[in-house]
């Protein structure tokens, strides 16, 4: 029987953002008060598991989100830009309900392709590129389980394309909350299975 390897792939916890923009992958955007209380408890969630390596993109509110997994584990946080946040040209912008980015006629040209997407990373290259950052982790941890800390479209792109469903897709239906863990099981190299759950949920 081949050896089973776990990756568990976490989206960071919240951020503390009070000025409500795209953040994307601009520097210094750290986890909230809330958000920490969501990384222990991932790291309480995954604590007594068979963990060998934790992984996180570089940005700061993955490496803090990985890092009290890590401290668990007696491991240190080890980067892996395949991991990052997807690109997307409404960086820095406010894009919420009303606000103006989406309403300036000057951008939107940005969306005029959703199966792309126009205005960011397309599917494909981040469906690519994760993928490779969990081939490399599962190499690192085979037979065991190793952790991966990255962002939500990424995660959840990911997901789609392991499912062998459609990249594009409606974000207000992504299975991946805060602090979620998207457990990808291999028998070998054959994926197995994909678990979820939300251990930081309220």
């Known amino acids: ?25 601009l520097p210094g955007f750290h986890l909230s008060e809330n958000g920490r209380a969501q990384a222990a408890a991932v ?5 007594g598991r068979d963990v060998v390596a934790v992984i996180a993109s570089p940005l700061q509110r993955a490496q803090e989100t990985a890092a009290p997994v890590a401290a668990k584990h007696d491991l240190p946080v080890d980067t892996d830009p395949d991991l990052i946040e997807s690109a997307n040209f409404f960086e820095g912008r406010r894009v919420g309900p009303g606000d103006g980015a989406w309403k300036d006629p000057r951008f939107w040209w940005r969306l005029r392709n959703p199966f ?3 205005w960011g990373e397309p599917y494909t290259e981040i469906a690519a590129r994760m993928t490779t950052a969990v081939d490399k982790a599962r190499a690192r941890g085979t037979g065991h389980e190793v952790v991966c800390v990255s962002h939500q479209l990424p995660v959840w792109t990911l997901r789609l394309h392991l499912s062998g469903k459609r990249l594009w897709h409606d974000p207000r239906r992504r299975q991946c909350g ?3 863990i998207t457990t990808l099981i291999y028998d070998g190299d054959r994926l197995a299975g994909i678990e979820y759950s939300e251990p930081a949920a309220p």
């Open 178 to 180: 805060l602090c979620s």
């Open 116 to 118: 792309t997407p126009s």
């Open 1 to 25: 029987m081949a050896e089973q390897t776990r990756v568990h792939v976490v989206r960071h916890g919240e951020v503390h953002n009070p000025d409500g923009v795209l953040y994307g992958r």
């Open 43 to 47: 790291a309480d969630a995954l604590a």
